[in-house]
């Protein structure tokens, strides 16, 4: 099954030959225009004008161009642009709608368009190009249920939406000058896309117009008996309803409240739909006709409903308040049903003038509102992001869920609609991941981002986000930002927050651990402890700066943190600069530290419990456990490594630069498992993989990589695995009980060989 949306204005494009007669066409073009200007006065002067340049270009594009009904072409943007000035949508709107088929139909560029008119302008008529070029193919039943939502959700401004019913209503108003064969496509195409949007949005007036018109020419006999039928009850109960409204007016002049009243009549398609649905006669339909009733303000409505009620008695369970609590698109009305002259029911619904005009047209009373009046504080109100009313689709529509799995295209194809677990709709670029989304809500979220949720399910942090799925994030105090996010993240703002973020950690961690070190070191001189920043220090840090060739303290700890300088070579210096000021070493303080700096209690080591994040590096050559001894290297730039004592690498390093370890030992308990390799070598066989994993599960180790090698697997097979272990004890635990796991040959710690 498919489903095509054609070019806008496909029902009546029809671009014949001009005929011999410019005058008449001139003239029909020219009253055309001018019955749009009537409508421009809530514009200024100088959008008027902006709409009249935009009408004199599209004039010269379609120039030649005629509808089937043989008049000129630009009579339809015309009647577009007249229709969006019902929703007195803006000057840019209004430009837009005469300018929407120029670059289909007319060789003119997007480029134009923004030269001539400006980037919004052309991004208006662009997206409603995109619109009707759109295509859509799926064996689903529900396609047209995706279309309206995919319309809805994909389109970036309103007015791309407005502009479109606009244009598809006054495509189905001439419809009639059609070839025959084209109706029922159209129309159908018509009601069960189209309509539905406009009622989603709240345009009741044109979703019941779209409704009738589609209607008239999909089922022309039934539409033809059920306007005569229509037509006859009309007169037959005139003087019923005349003699409703005449009481109504009465009881509502006796209490002194000011209403308007208006009469409401139900669409011929909706009277046919509930025929048709329930299985019901023309006669047994009772609600055909009913009253607005529009008084001044809120509480006037429920005093409304109770006039009617003395009035007439209520139908039980026909009572609806939309005021309480209203519909999602912003509908806001009392309804109920009461039992008239006759025993005819009549349906009567009570509302105030701004709840009336929502009700008549949706998402386009914000503009009505701005129009009248900027400063209303319902204008505000009224201008909620329209892409909720997707929502309101999904909410209301049986196969909602479904939805997103049958939309196979996009009419943004660089931007994915996502929404947050309070049905917000967020847009991101395509290939945007989780921690994308986490950033784009607070930068605060995205730092100490732990995990995340994708449509209730948890997944990677690296997932990439596809149209329509529910994230939510899992943050943890405790949670930085990992430089691996880097290597996936496609925003420019979450990139940029990572760098910052670890900029900042490093260089604070670097300076805290260079700071110690430098105590470290100045303590083996025999100084108790670094000079403050009192004045009367200020010339000895001034002269170690010079000496260092840092701009301030901060960097000089920071270079002594990540190595690129040497913290006793900084001490003895400064060593040299306290005894110019009279300071003399303490050497007991210099016996203690130096000699019994092997010691495992020494003052100044670096304690290690696993908090330590970009300053520390635990290397991946022989992957060091608490319990295990260990020493320190400062790298150049690096920072603290961590090695074993028996690291075939740190042993070369010590050779070539042995004042660059420093001592180091591990916290009674530290914060977290630490990874390290294990190698198990197995008699290949079935299940052998998963009993070594169950194996390892048992003794609480966690799997974090595992590999196998790219070569054939042989009878005996090598097994590499990352598992992280609480302490030296627990690694021995897990070995033991790997190797008495059948068909485990042998299993050992990976360590650098010499």
């Given at each position: 099954m498919s489903a095509v949306i054609p070019s806008s204005s496909a029902p009546a494009q029809g671009h014949r030959k001009p005929e011999n007669n410019p005058a008449a066409a001139a003239n029909a073009a020219a009253a055309s225009f001018a019955a749009l200007t009537a409508r421009l006065d809530y514009l200024g002067a100088s959008d008027v004008e902006l709409v009249r340049r935009a009408y004199r270009f599209a004039d010269e594009a379609h120039l030649g161009q005629l509808r089937n009904s043989g008049e000129p072409y630009i009579t339809h943007p015309i009647a577009v642009a007249v229709q969006c000035t019902e929703w007195k949508l803006d000057a840019q709107a209004l430009m837009a709608a005469l300018l929407h088929d120029a670059m289909e139909d007319c060789g003119v560029t997007k480029t134009d368009l923004i030269e001539s008119f400006g980037a919004p302008v052309a991004e208006l008529v662009d997206g409603l190009t995109k619109l009707d070029k759109l295509q859509f193919h799926t064996r689903e039943e529900n396609q047209s249920e995706s279309f309206r939502k995919m319309l809805l959700a994909m389109a970036r401004d309103v007015r791309v939406i407005l502009i479109k019913l606009a244009d598809r209503t006054h495509n189905m108003r001439t419809l009639a000058d059609m070839p025959r064969e084209k109706w029922g496509r159209i129309s159908a195409e018509t009601l069960e896309i189209y309509a539905p949007i406009a009622h989603r949005l709240g345009l009741n007036q044109t979703y019941r117009e779209l409704q009738d018109l589609s209607f008239r020419h999909l089922r022309p006999w039934r539409y033809a008996i059920l306007s005569k039928a229509v037509t006859r009850a009309r007169n037959r109960r005139r003087d019923l309803i005349q003699k409703v409204r005449r009481e109504v007016e009465t009881a509502f002049s006796e209490t002194g409240m000011k209403v308007r009243i208006a009469g409401r009549e139900k669409s011929l398609y909706s009277i046919y739909k509930k025929m048709d649905e329930k299985h019901l006669s023309f006669a047994q339909v009772t609600d055909i006709y009913g009253f607005r009733v529009i008084v001044p303000g809120i509480t006037d409505c429920y005093t409304a409903l109770g006039i009617l009620h003395q009035l007439y008695k209520p139908v039980p369970g026909r009572f609806k308040d939309y005021i309480a609590i209203a519909k999602l698109n912003g509908y806001q009305s009392l309804h109920t049903t009461l039992v008239g002259p006759s025993g005819v029911n009549v349906e009567f619904q009570m509302r105030t003038e701004a709840m009336h005009v929502v009700a008549e047209s949706g998402v386009a009373a914000h503009w009505l509102y701005k129009a009248s009046d900027p400063n209303s504080p319902a204008a505000g109100r009224l201008g909620v992001k329209w892409l909720q009313s997707l929502l309101d689709i999904q909410d209301e529509t049986r196969d909602a869920a479904e939805f997103w799995d049958h939309v196979k295209v996009d009419l943004f194809p660089d931007a994915v609609y996502v929404f947050t677990p309070r049905s917000q709709i967020m847009a991101l670029p395509r290939g945007a991941t989780v921690v994308d989304f986490a950033y784009a809500i607070h930068s605060n979220v995205g730092d100490h981002t732990a995990a995340a949720k994708i449509n209730g399910e948890q997944v990677p942090l690296r997932t990439e986000l596809k149209n329509g799925d529910v994230v939510e994030i899992i943050i943890a105090p405790v949670s930085t930002p990992n430089p691996a996010w880097l290597g996936f993240v496609r925003t420019g703002r979450a990139r940029s927050k990572i760098r910052h973020h670890l900029k900042t950690m490093a260089q604070a961690e670097s300076q805290a651990l260079g700071e110690k070190l430098l105590t470290q070191a100045l303590r083996a001189e025999g100084m108790e402890k670094l000079p403050g920043d009192e004045a009367a220090y200020f010339s000895t840090w001034d002269k170690l700066l010079r000496f260092t060739g840092s701009r301030n303290?901060?960097?000089?700890?920071?270079?002594?943190?990540?190595?690129?300088?040497?913290?006793?070579?900084?001490?003895?210096?400064?060593?040299?600069?306290?005894?110019?000021?009279?300071?003399?070493?303490?050497?007991?303080?210099?016996?203690?530290?130096?000699?019994?700096?092997?010691?495992?209690?020494?003052?100044?080591?670096?304690?290690?419990?696993?908090?330590?994040?970009?300053?520390?590096?635990?290397?991946?050559?022989?992957?060091?456990?608490?319990?295990?001894?260990?020493?320190?290297?400062?790298?150049?730039?690096?920072?603290?490594?961590?090695?074993?004592?028996?690291?075939?690498?740190?042993?070369?390093?010590?050779?070539?630069?042995?004042?660059?370890?420093?001592?180091?030992?591990?916290?009674?308990?530290?914060?977290?498992?630490?990874?390290?390799?294990?190698?198990?070598?197995?008699?290949?066989?079935?299940?052998?993989?998963?009993?070594?994993?169950?194996?390892?599960?048992?003794?609480?180790?966690?799997?974090?990589?595992?590999?196998?090698?790219?070569?054939?697997?042989?009878?005996?097979?090598?097994?590499?695995?990352?598992?992280?272990?609480?302490?030296?004890?627990?690694?021995?635990?897990?070995?033991?009980?790997?190797?008495?796991?059948?068909?485990?040959?042998?299993?050992?710690?990976?360590?650098?060989?010499?």
């Open positions: 303290k901060s960097e000089l700890l920071t270079d002594i943190g990540l190595g690129k300088r040497i913290a006793t070579i900084v001490a003895k210096r400064l060593v040299t600069l306290l005894a110019e000021r009279g300071e003399k070493p303490d050497p007991l303080l210099m016996t203690r530290e130096r000699y019994t700096a092997h010691e495992t209690l020494s003052q100044g080591a670096v304690t290690l419990d696993g908090t330590e994040n970009a300053s520390v590096q635990y290397a991946q050559c022989c992957r060091p456990v608490p319990g295990e001894k260990i020493v320190g290297y400062l790298g150049r730039g690096e920072g603290l490594v961590v090695h074993l004592a028996d690291c075939s690498v740190a042993k070369r390093l010590k050779h070539k630069d042995a004042e660059r370890f420093i001592h180091v030992e591990w916290a009674d308990e530290p914060s977290r498992p630490f990874e390290t390799g294990v190698m198990v070598t197995v008699a290949n066989g079935k299940g052998v993989l998963a009993r070594v994993a169950s194996a390892l599960a048992a003794a609480e180790a966690d799997i974090t990589h595992m590999d196998m090698g790219e070569e054939a697997a042989q009878e005996a097979t090598d097994l590499r695995f990352l598992i992280a272990v609480r302490d030296s004890a627990h690694l021995e635990t897990v070995l033991r009980a790997l190797n008495r796991t059948t068909s485990v040959l042998l299993a050992s710690r990976i360590k650098p060989s010499a």
